[in-house]
């Protein structure tokens, strides 16, 4: 991290004013951006998939007067994509990497739309249109927001740690109706169900003393959701900037501060691939609002060992949903993120 590049690459404070959809778009004034989809499909027959995309933008200097092709160089993109088959108990993730250059992968700052080669994600009126992967695992899907966005944080950031600019501006579509194709294993199915859309950019997120976050989001079946996420610090402790979500069903929601909530994690998993030891089940409460949840991973493994891009080891992974809400049964889908817990992990964010 050299001080020099967090006076010219614009930082995540207060007071940023979204305005949709052009906010969907790329910000190459920030260091660092991603795209993250996550849902939950269902084929005809009723057999249960989940499937995760992100694209990641990094530039390498901020963006200045000098053509958009070298600037183009200058610009590192990734693509995150996996595939969960519930009732095979198999997970899947393909990456790809790419610079900018000769229009390989590009995220337009005018339009909606990021792509790398022939997988891409792009507003059509405000369904988002998404296509990733070939006919052993791939997806062609429309995804249709029922709510609209929900702003994280107070005042237009996500704060990551403490001290000016160490945030993010982050927003969600947290209930997307999706259709489309599912393509796997030789096999296309017809499929429908609901997706999350995350989008989040920033220049200088983390401290050094962070190691990484558990990240949860949730929705349940009452059109409620809910986003947590806790940032760790290397001695084990939790940074007090972590904080959440809760959004209703008319779509209006609260910040909760990390105060108001507790992750508590219930078992373990050790990755045979990479050793890591990741948590593995949950309890989630927010004692005011009268919400205690439990999740459980759909299948433990569903790690990304990232050898190509991003050289992380994470796990990424489908969770059902039971518990109480205001002393009603609820239940749910939801996907958690778990960062950090591989010993190599430090992402330049």
Known sequence: HG???????????????YRFPAD??????????WWYYTGHLTTEKGRNFGFQLTFFRHALRPPSTESQSRWAMHTLYFVHFAITDE???????????????LNMAGADPETYHVWM????????????????????????LALAPTKEAVIHGNNGVSQKAEGEGYASHYYSLTRMQTTG????????YEVTGQAWMDHEFGSNQLRD?????????????????LML????????QVDSTSSGTLI?????????LLSTFQVETLGSWRSKKSGTIYPSGWRLTVPGKKLELKLVPTIKDQELTTRKSTLVNYWEGSVRVTGSFKGREVEGRGYVELTGYDAKFRPDI
């Open 87 to 101: 009732k095979k108990d198999t997970y899947r993730f393909q990456e790809k990497v790419s610079r900018g250059a």
């Open 209 to 225: 003393y962070q190691v990484g976050w558990d990240w949860f989001s949730v929705q349940l079946d009452n059109q409620t959701e």
């Open 3 to 17: 001080q020099e590049d967090e006076h010219t690459f614009r930082r995540a404070l207060p007071g940023y004013v």
């Open 248 to 256: 209703h069903p008319d779509g209006s929601s609260e910040h909760l």
């Open 229 to 236: 996420y806790v940032i760790r610090h290397r001695g084990g």
């Open 181 to 188: 194709v599912l393509h796997w294993q030789g096999h296309s």
């Open 24 to 33: 969907h778009a790329a910000h190459p004034d920030f260091r660092t951006e």
């Open 117 to 140: 080669e022939d997988w891409e994600v792009s507003l059509q009126g405000k369904t988002h249109r998404l296509k990733a992967g070939k006919e052993d695992m791939g997806i062609d």
